[in-house]
């Protein structure tokens, strides 16, 4: 096979310190020969870019793309692995799976991924068992810094996951970036709290904000 020829894909994760709405996964393939295309348009890591670059730049990586591939993991999937999962099984476990099924669906040989694991080794071990072709793996931190593939990846992440909490800013009010340090999110979640008694159906149980929030709810020492 001409190296022109040869499928490159990126994974990369948005959302995965939120308190409210999903843990997206995506991945970006294309043929080697288009690495630079996506390097000329100026693909970088997502958190470094302004949400009108990442609109953008989004529209720009799906054209150039062969193939794209989101998952999208609601709260009480993440829950149920943080809650319930033994030692190593938890929400890296998870993030491994997802991207698994995410390559599984990505037509390229070799795969980057974003390691969400402080052990890269053991994140590429967990992908790999779960895949179910043969694919070669590169596991690293920060690799939305270092490689433009898993760059575009983190680009189609990030933009799917803030139109997820766009469209429920627009059904329940805002919600802010649905992160534990963002003012806005944690009044959302206090005034939610305090007028329903539980947290909303599009918040994480297993995350300390939330949990502290429902005690001190407990406790009725809630304050607007």
């Known amino acids: 096979m001409q190296t022109k020829d040869r499928k490159i894909a990126g994974v990369d ?3 995965r310190g939120a308190i409210l709405g999903p843990l997206v996964i995506a991945g970006v393939y294309v043929k080697e020969d288009k690495l630079e295309h ?6 970088r890591d ?10 953008d730049l989004y529209h720009q990586i799906m054209s150039i793309a062969d193939g794209v591939s989101i998952v999208k993991l609601k709260p ?23 991207m698994a099924k995410v390559i599984d669906s990505l037509d390229a040989g070799m795969v980057y991924v974003d390691a969400s694991d402080v052990n890269v080794e053991r994140f590429k071990q967990d992908i790999l068992e779960t895949l179910k072709r ?8 920060h690799a939305d810094r270092i490689y433009p593939i898993v760059s575009a990846a983190s680009i ?17 009010g805002n919600i802010g970036s649905g992160y534990p340090a963002d003012d806005v999110t944690t009044r959302f979640l206090r005034q939610w709290i305090k007028k329903h008694g539980d947290m909303p159906p599009f918040a994480r149980r297993s995350w300390k904000t939330v949990k502290r929030l429902l005690n001190s709810k407990l406790d009725e020492n809630i304050t607007d």
Do not use: C, M, W
């Not at 996506?38 to 693909?43: H, K």
């Not at 958190?47 to 609109?55: D, E, H, Q, T, W």
């Open 13 to 15: 994760d948005a959302g």
């Open 38 to 43: 996506l390097i000329n348009i100026g693909v």
């Open 46 to 55: 997502s958190k470094l870019l302004s949400p009108n670059r990442r609109a």
């Open 76 to 98: 009480e999937q993440i829950d149920d692995y943080v809650l319930k999962g033994k030692k190593y099984k938890r929400l890296n476990y998870l993030e491994a799976l997802s």
């Open 134 to 141: 043969k694919v070669e793996i590169i596991s690293a931190h």
């Open 156 to 172: 189609i992440a990030k933009v799917t996951r803030d139109k997820e909490i766009f469209d429920l800013s627009q059904k329940f």
